[in-house]
DNA sequence: GCTTGCCTGCACGGTGCCTGAAAGTTTTCT
DNA sequence: AGAAAACTTTCAGGCACCGTGCAGGCAAGC
């Protein structure tokens, strides 16, 4: 009787962020899916209301977008740590342009994520910063489902012992569906976690990207991937 | 034209639902068997009206249709969360040539059906997001009846054990069955539940698909199958 | 025995999914 | 900077499965 019990929520850490974006839409996305992600989420709209919120809450984390309508992202870190606190952050930014002053940034354990982004790719960079300035590492790097394992930190793939090269989009493919094992998930899930929130292609890329990822890491037995005609995708082992 | 037998209350949780549609049928419809279903329904026929209902009444869960003459879904369920309610969603869409618009839909625990659906397919999507989104999750995935076993989650089903596979259209009829095991359901009401509202066949298609049902899931001793000359089917064990 | 309702085998067309290939894009290398 | 390689995305053919209608046969009840 292998049977799991059904699990509801993603398991994470419960840590305080705060998110900080003008754009009404993106701070909606983000907040939702960071929310259900099992963060504690509080919201800023300006550098300023940020830098206050950030005194009175004291988060583990801030999302902080570069681009704000009174003070840039740098400014509100730079008022923000005055007061002694070194919150990690996360920024978000445009693709161009100013990438040097990130750069330099993520040299002190920060970290940016350039939009427009997947969410599981900003789940992923907040999970591994937390973990990085986070002392008592509890959270491991590296995630086994079977005989399948995948390093977050290295981006090393094994099945059965053998390593197997990914690209990136297979690798947060595959980092997806082990995060959710035992979970069935739509394609339109899938096409909402793991692309771009941007992006406005069809479900068959899902398709595609499935087909990739069989022939190079479900290519032996028991075979993991299965496909729920009409339902969606689970990664599970199969049953007795 | 809904056709109903009267019956008691299908066992639900007694949550409250905001519908929020504007085509008047539609509208009409979902109210009527939400509602019937044990749920607590009110209603709103444009975004605007959405937003100021949900304020008032703080649902549970919202049923939103997602192109409305006002503002689109994406702001109803922006403006309603501004208070700081993180209310989830089943979104409506249509499902035409330019899919543009459906993404995003499945983010922070929601879900969302396509038109036309069945009234089978939107209670079970409701079911699951009020399952998840429920802390103390009381509400189990799995259905049980004899030594019948079918999980909503992972669409499995067994039967004495033993698994059994089922084509989408069979496992909707089987959990419809198995929600309302002991009630006796007739052919109507069987199409109304489980085919798509525009559905424009006839009655043997149930016959059809009660037949497939029994060579996969009753083909054991003891039956649990039964049809009634000239009334309907039930679910249920054998007389005493 | 006859009528009526139900059961089920069969066939046809549609749908969903898989995958190879090509086109378009980004990244890396020289 | 330009060329090459790697990667992403789209397209189309193929295949298995599925939904639906039809029709012949069977069982129940008058």
């Keep these: ?11 994470q850490s419960e840590a305080k962020l705060l998110v900080v974006e003008d754009d ?4 909606e996305l983000l907040s ?21 919120a950030a005194k009175n809450t004291t988060p583990d984390l801030v999302v902080l977008d570069v681009m ?18 070194r919150t990690p952050v996360v920024f978000l930014t445009a693709r161009d342009g100013t ?11 920060d970290d940016y994520v350039t939009k427009p982004f997947s969410l599981e ?16 590492d509890d959270e491991p790097s590296r995630l086994v489902f079977a005989d399948l394992e995948l390093d977050e930190e290295t981006h090393e793939v094994y099945r059965a012992g053998q390593r197997v090269q990914l690209s990136p989009t297979e690798f947060k493919l595959l980092r997806y569906l082990m995060l959710n094992a035992n979970r069935v998930l739509s394609k339109a899930q899938i096409l909402d976690h793991v692309w ?10 899902v398709e595609s990207y499935i087909s990739y990822l069989r022939r190079k890491v479900d290519n032996v037995q028991p075979r993991l991937i299965h496909t729920l005609r009409g339902v969606g995708y689970v990664l599970r082992k199969p049953a007795v």
Tied chains: 1, 2.
């Design 68 to 85: 704000l309508p009174d003070l840039d992202g740098f400014e509100v870190i730079r008022l923000m740590r005055e007061g002694g606190q």
């Design 32 to 52: 939702a899916s960071l929310r259900f992600a099992g963060f504690d989420v509080s919201t800023a709209t300006s550098g300023s209301a940020a830098v206050s």
């Design 121 to 136: 790719e900003l789940t992923a960079r907040i999970r591994a910063v937390l973990r990085r300035t986070t002392q008592g």
């Design 24 to 27: 009404a839409n993106i701070l």
């Design 196 to 205: 771009k929130y941007d992006f406005r292609g069809d479900d068959n890329i």
């Design 99 to 109: 990438d040097d002053k990130i750069r330099g940034l993520t040299l002190g354990g």
């Design 1 to 11: 009787m292998v049977r799991m019990a059904a699990q509801t929520q993603p398991k």
